[in-house]
């Protein structure tokens, strides 16, 4: 395979952080300011959905708009695809998410076993695994996680098929491009070995393990690929002519490879899954005990995997950390562990290649869900970016 397609449109050259002074953490706006922040932003977000579906750019999408713990409005503008007919999206159609996956699946994966003790953040990769090759087993979680780590950019995968050895140690045996931490490149690799990565952990498949978090989040709507063709699933691109358009499997041909299971791409989710996600994520850190920067000793109770709602409240305290900014993007943009940072507000988003997109401004508890098939037509990372950019904007102090 040539160099990951998916890469540039997830890059967030399109919506920078806006300039401006450090201001003061906000209030949390109460019920009032709250239902006419709400009202007002998905008026506006909606009429840009709206005029991008009008434009030809997809066939349709869906938006929420809330604040965690003051309720949400819902917007969905144009169908779901010609193929489906006449049925129009809402807050529970499902849609490919594609690099959202490294936030939904793989990052609090990692935030479970790093709170186990199966990992350090910090510490070399061949410390938790051992057999792992130089310069691979050398690089550390942080730098997977902040696209600093150096990886080859491309996931050309085909190559290492029918080997007979395991693709983590392929990764891990690649030369690096660039020092560890020297720079932020964002690429999908470092996600796809952390995917490999955690079922040797946890000693159970990556699906099993995301599933059992989705589950005790309440997330009933979000699950692995593939999936049966439905018309409240909205397919993809038609990548050949003549062809069945991608509908249930991944867009991401990396993903595909992998059996549709990865760490960077592959699921696939409602907008009210995401909405879910995030007024969790928005939710009151625990007040006591360690968060899960780094590794302790691992018990045997912690070893299966993360389950039920009340293991998952460490969850806010992880996203709290992990929006720290460590890898700086471009001026007023920095990455975290995973997550974008826009310094003033802030705000931590990240996008998916196929015209998805999550922010979060934890200081305000509001968030913004995007779900659309935009690659329907082909790739085009244009059509999105004013939608993208105004969804950013609405979340920074006075939207600026």
Not at 29 to 54: K, N
Not at 71 to 100: I, K, W
Not at 280 to 306: D, I, M
Not at 348 to 377: E, I, K, M, Q, W
Request: one cysteine or more.
């Amino acid at each position: 395979m040539s160099a990951d397609p998916q890469s540039p449109a997830d890059r967030p050259a399109p919506e920078p952080a806006a300039p401006g002074p450090a201001v003061p953490e906000p209030a949390v706006p109460g019920p009032t300011a709250a239902a006419d922040w709400v009202a007002g932003t998905a008026a506006a977000l909606g009429a840009g959905l709206g005029a991008a579906v009008d434009a030809g750019r997809f066939p349709g999408g869906v938006l929420v708009v809330g604040q965690a713990g003051a309720g949400r409005a819902v917007v969905g503008r144009g169908l779901v695809a010609p193929e489906c007919g006449d049925v129009r999206p809402d807050e529970h159609t499902r849609y490919d998410l594609a690099s959202l996956t490294k936030v939904l699946a793989t990052w609090p994966l990692v935030g479970a076993a790093v709170r186990a003790g199966l990992l350090d953040l910090d510490a070399p990769l061949r410390a938790a695994l051992p057999r792992l090759p130089s310069p691979g087993g050398d690089l550390t979680v942080r730098q997977l996680m902040t696209h600093t780590s150096g990886l080859l950019p491309q996931t050309g995968l085909a190559r290492y098929q029918h080997t007979g050895r395991p693709l983590i140690e392929h990764l891990c045996a690649e030369p690096l491009v660039s020092p560890p931490g020297a720079h932020h490149r964002y690429i999908d690799r470092g996600f796809i070995l952390l995917g490999l990565l955690l079922p040797e952990l946890f000693g159970r498949p990556l699906p099993v393990l995301a599933d059992e978090l989705w589950r005790g989040l309440g997330l009933t709507a979000t699950a692995y690929g593939p999936l049966p063709r439905d018309v409240r699933l909205a397919p993809t691109e038609q990548r050949l002519r003549g062809a069945p358009r991608t509908w249930g499997i991944p867009h991401d041909p990396s993903a595909a490879l992998l059996g549709g299971v990865a760490g960077h791409a592959g699921v696939f989710s409602s907008a009210a899954d995401l909405a879910a996600f995030a007024e969790h994520l928005l939710g009151p850190a625990e007040p006591t005990g360690p968060q899960p920067e780094r590794a302790g000793p691992a018990s045997a109770s912690a070893r299966p995997g993360p389950s039920g709602p009340s293991e998952l409240s460490w969850l806010p305290g992880w996203f709290a950390s992990s929006r720290r900014p460590l890898a700086a993007v471009e001026p007023g943009l920095s990455r975290g562990l995973a997550w974008l940072v826009a310094e003033r507000g802030p705000v931590a988003y990240h996008h998916g290649f196929t015209g998805t997109s999550l922010y979060l401004a934890p200081d305000t508890r509001r968030f913004v869900v995007l779900c659309t098939n935009a690659v329907y037509h082909g790739w085009d990372r244009t059509r999105l970016a004013d939608l993208r950019a105004a969804a950013l904007h609405a979340l920074l102090p006075d939207g600026r």
